[in-house]
Structures are given as structure tokens and as C-alpha cells.
């Protein structure tokens, strides 16, 4: 498995969600306007409360649409183990005992797949991690969290 395998695992993660997040908005916007919400009296609020579920379900779709487009646009460097830690790496650490992966990413952060048998992990600009693993090299230490570079690609 390569990371161009892991990004296109990573994009049909993000258009399953997609795709599910669609499926909720239409049941809650149906459930907004359906006969089963209808008032019942002046303190019936299934109305307004299914509306307003609606309307956050259509934001948090707009922005995850919005995710999967900044990701399909997503075309990471090659980095070697000579190179330091950049925008777009694969970072292979041993964090804890443990081989882990991380994919530094414009957008996505918090997703996670299967990569080599190990957990990968997108983080994003907004992660702290992501800030302290950007200039760091192959066989350099964190402190917070504990984790060492093994791996660069």
C-alpha cells in the first residue's frame, strides 16, 4: 500500500459520510415538514426543533462537501527520509510501543484508516501535532505527546 492508496481509501471514507449525511438530511427535513410534527398546541415544539436539526444537518454536509473537495484537489509531495516533515507527508511514528501513521492534510482532520496493518490518522493545520511534526526529520523525539519519526514518505 502506498499513500496515493491511503489518500483514495481516505476520499471514499469522506463520500460514504457524504453520502450518509445526505440520507439523514433528507429524513429530518421530510420529519420538519411531515404530519408527524405537526403542532398540537401553542407548546408543541417538534416543529421548530426538527427544523432546527435540519438546518445544522445541511451545514455540517455543506462543510464535509466542502472537505471532500479541498481532498479529491489534495496532491501531496513526495518526501524521502532525508527531507524534514511538510505539508502533505506520511509520518510514520512509534508512539507508545505502538507503529502509528499520520497524513498531514489541509482538511479531513480526525479521520482515520487502515495503512500496513496500522492506524493512520489525518491531522490538520488546526492540530497541535501537525504543528509540532512540521520541520522534524527521520529519528527526531516529541515530548507531547511521546513519539519518535521512524518513517517519512
Do not use: W
Request: with cysteine; aromatic share 6%.
Amino acid at each position: 500500500m502506498t499513500k496515493s492508496d491511503a489518500i483514495a481509501d481516505l476520499n471514499s471514507q469522506l463520500q460514504q459520510k457524504i453520502s450518509l449525511m445526505t440520507s439523514a438530511l433528507a429524513d429530518s427535513s421530510e420529519s420538519a415538514s411531515g404530519d408527524e410534527t405537526k403542532s398540537e398546541g401553542k407548546y408543541d415544539t417538534r416543529a421548530i426543533e426538527a427544523a432546527y436539526l435540519a438546518e445544522a444537518q445541511a451545514e455540517q454536509l455543506a462543510l464535509a462537501e466542502e472537505s471532500l473537495s479541498l481532498f479529491l484537489n489534495f496532491t501531496p509531495p513526495p518526501y524521502s527520509i532525508d527531507d524534514q516533515v511538510g505539508p502533505g507527508a506520511l509520518v510514520e511514528v512509534e508512539q507508545s510501543g505502538e507503529i502509528c501513521f499520520y497524513l498531514l492534510a489541509p482538511t479531513a482532520g480526525g479521520t482515520i484508516t487502515d495503512y500496513l496493518g496500522c492506524e493512520l490518522t489525518i491531522i490538520t493545520p488546526d492540530s497541535r501535532l501537525y504543528q509540532e511534526l512540521i520541520g522534524k526529520k527521520l529519528g527526531d523525539h516529541l515530548i507531547t505527546p511521546p513519539l519518535k519519526i521512524i518513517g517519512l514518505e
